[in-house]
């Protein structure tokens, strides 16, 4: 019979492209009637997938562009977001390589760019990524954003608000400034100017 991808990363898929169309929010998308419908694990996979995804786009882009014959933006919508959503799975999660291929495959199953998506997911899969460029691997803020999962303040509580969390505080740490000052090797990039070091609560509801 025909392959069906994950109910779950079909609901991730479709979020991603929710948020890419833009006019809505990401705790609006994530509360959605059928990803609230899901058991707890697929759910929380699901926040994994789509939140992750969202988080390391630049580095996925970095990534996906040696593969890609033309730029990852002259996709289409729904090539570009499952590129992107099996890359993290095959650089970012414990997902066995060939299901993040085969799902994402799956996904792609009645459009001609299933094959660019075996070919290109597969290839990452044997390859890996390569290096970031040296410029942004000696600039700790550009390093931040493309890795460490670095999000603004309103959009990091979002995403606790989205994922279930209440009582949501983000404050700065003490001595913050001369944290990040430390993390930089070259001490001209100014790095604390863009990154804080800050203490994160929160209450999730059992």
């Not at 996906?64 to 014959?69: A, D, E, I, K, V």
């Not at 090539?79 to 099996?86: E, I, K, Q, S, V």
């Not at 290839?123 to 999000?151: H, M, N, T, Y």
């Not at 944290?179 to 090797?185: C, F, G, K, T």
Request: with cysteine.
């Amino acid at each position: 019979g025909e392959k069906v991808a994950s109910l779950t990363r079909q609901l991730a898929l479709q979020a991603l492209l929710q948020i890419d169309r833009g006019g809505v929010t990401l705790g609006d998308v994530l509360a959605s009637t059928e990803i609230a419908g899901l058991g707890t694990r697929d759910r929380a996979f699901l926040h994994e997938l789509v939140l992750g995804t969202l988080r390391q786009r630049g580095f996925l882009d970095h990534a996906l562009r040696p593969l890609l014959r033309r730029a990852i933006d002259r996709l289409d919508r729904r090539t570009r977001a499952t590129l992107r959503l099996g890359a993290y799975q095959i650089l970012a999660t414990r997902v066995p390589d060939r299901a993040a291929v085969s799902e994402s495959v799956d996904l792609l199953r009645h459009s001609r760019a299933s094959g660019l998506a075996n070919a290109v997911l597969r290839r990452l899969a044997r390859e890996g990524s390569a290096p970031l460029p040296e410029e942004i691997q000696e600039d700790l803020a550009l390093v931040a954003a493309c890795l460490g999962g670095a999000a603004t303040i309103d959009d990091t509580r979002e995403m606790l608000e989205a994922a279930g969390f209440q009582k949501i505080k983000i404050q700065s740490k003490n001595g913050s400034r001369e944290l990040i000052q430390a993390w930089d090797p070259h001490k001209r990039q100014n790095a604390e100017d863009y990154v804080v070091s800050a203490y994160i609560e929160a209450v999730k509801p059992s």
